[in-house]
């Protein structure tokens, strides 16, 4: 687990994932021991966990690098979003070795009050301390003004442009913190 001021970020186990897909809600609570919002997930979202189930199976390692649910603690623990790594290090757009690509999706009745922004910056201090990562990207849909103000906000820096095959045209960003730039300083 992961946790900041305001969030707990718990992996969606490969248990868990398989009670969101069979529609096994109350067991997927169990297993976050949160609420999750009714209807979660959508087709959309549905169509991402198999994509990550597809990849544990292939690389059961990779578990602590892909989806957690963000559950906000007070006042009732409750999944808000999700958030994690497209993969361990080497799995990103840019297919730099030693970069990790950060993901976040904040559901809507609880964006615009900085979750996505601590959520991530919990991430890359997890993956910072607790397993010596310094690079960090970010691929953002130049349209998506919510997630280009979070990117710039912790500090990204714009190093070009990807195609993606789902989401089309993204902006390619990265940051390299040092410790001076953690969000303890």
């Known amino acids: 687990m992961i946790t900041s001021e305001r969030l707990e970020l718990i992996l969606l186990s490969p248990q868990a994932i398989d009670a969101l897909l069979e529609g096994r ?6 297993e976050l021991d949160a ?7 959508d087709e959309h979202d549905a169509g991402f966990l198999r994509y990550r189930q597809r990849q544990l199976e292939r690389a059961p390692q990779a578990e602590p690098w892909l989806v957690r ?19 361990q290090p080497g799995v990103n757009g840019k297919q730099d070795p030693g970069g990790v690509e950060l993901g976040y999706t904040i559901f809507e009745p609880h964006r615009g ?13 997890w993956a910072e301390a607790e397993k010596g990562i310094h690079r960090f990207i970010a691929s953002v ?10 990117v710039k906000k912790l500090g990204f820096v714009q190093t070009g442009e990807q195609w993606d095959e789902e989401d089309g045209l993204e902006l390619v960003f990265e940051l390299e913190p040092g410790p001076s730039q953690s969000s303890n300083s």
């Open 25 to 30: 809600h109350a067991d997927a609570e169990r």
């Open 35 to 41: 609420l999750i919002p009714a209807g979660w997930p």
């Open 69 to 87: 649910a963000v559950i906000l603690r007070d006042p009732v623990r409750t999944m808000i979003g999700h958030a994690g790594f497209h993969g």
């Open 113 to 125: 009050r900085g979750y996505a922004t601590e959520a991530a910056q919990a991430l890359m201090d």
């Open 141 to 150: 849909a130049p349209t998506n003004d919510p997630s280009l103000a979070i």
